[in-house]
C-alpha cells in the first residue's frame, strides 16, 4: 500500500513524516511557491502549508481499530485493519491487546485510507492505534480564503497567454473555498479515560 507518492521537499522546517499531506494540499489549493507576498514573506512554503494542516490536526490514543476479515479457501484471516480515519501522518504507532507497540516490519500502513495490512494472519486479536490524522478538506478551505482576502489587492493580470480579472480570481477563490469547506470535518475533542486501557509498554534499552 502506498500514500501520495513520492514527495519532494521545499525549503522549511518541516517534519518529514507530512509530505505527502503537504503535497496533496498544494495540489488541492493550487498553492505555488510564490504565489503572492505580505511584505518579506513569500507563500506557500512547505512549512506554511503544514501550519495550517497542523490547524486541522486531530489525534487518538489507542483507538480500537476495526477487522476486515478474508476468506482463503476454507480459512478465514485476519489480516486487515482499519482505523476509521484517513489522510495520516506517517506513521502512527499500532500496539496489541497488551499494550505495546508492535514492529514496522510486521505490517503495512495507507496513511490515506488508515489502514494496516499485516503480514501474518491476527487471529481476530484486536489492533490498537496512536498518532494524527488531518482534515485536508479543511486545510484547502482555508489556503483558498487566505487566497481570497490577499485577491481583494491584486489588479487584473495575465499568466500563461491568459488574462484573468480580479474579480474573476476572487470568485474563483470563493468558489474553492466554499467546496472544501463543504467537505471540511466537524471540530472534534476527544477524552480519554485512563481506566479503560490497558497499561502501555514500551521496547528497548534503558
Known amino acids: 500500500m502506498t500514500g501520495y507518492g513520492t514527495a519532494t521537499l521545499a525549503t522549511g522546517l518541516i517534519r518529514s513524516t507530512m509530505a505527502d499531506l503537504i503535497n496533496e494540499l498544494r495540489t488541492m489549493s493550487e498553492a505555488g511557491t510564490g504565489d503572492y507576498s505580505l511584505g518579506t514573506i513569500t507563500f506557500w512554503t512547505d512549512a506554511q502549508l503544514q501550519a495550517v494542516l497542523d490547524k486541522k490536526q486531530s489525534e487518538v490514543d489507542y483507538e480500537q481499530m476495526n477487522i476486515f476479515s478474508k476468506r482463503v479457501g476454507s480459512i478465514t484471516e485476519y489480516k486487515e485493519y482499519y482505523s476509521g480515519h484517513t489522510n495520516w501522518e506517517d506513521t502512527p504507532t499500532v500496539r496489541d491487546t497488551y499494550g505495546s507497540a508492535l514492529s514496522g516490519t510486521l505490517y503495512t500502513f495507507d496513511p490515506v485510507q488508515g489502514e494496516v495490512e499485516f503480514t501474518a494472519d491476527q487471529y481476530g486479536s484486536a489492533r490498537f492505534i496512536s498518532g494524527y490524522f488531518y482534515d485536508l478538506n479543511g486545510a484547502a478551505g482555508e489556503v483558498w480564503h487566505k ?16 488574462s484573468m480579472s480580479r474579480s474573476q480570481f476572487m470568485a474563483h477563490c470563493k468558489e474553492m473555498y466554499q467546496f472544501y469547506q463543504g ?10 479515560r485512563e481506566d479503560t486501557r490497558p497499561p502501555i509498554y514500551e521496547t528497548g534499552d534503558e
Open 183 to 192: 467537505q471540511a470535518g466537524p471540530n472534534v475533542i476527544q477524552v480519554y
Open 147 to 162: 487566497k481570497m482576502g490577499n485577491a481583494a489587492k491584486m489588479y487584473d493580470f495575465s499568466t500563461d497567454r491568459h
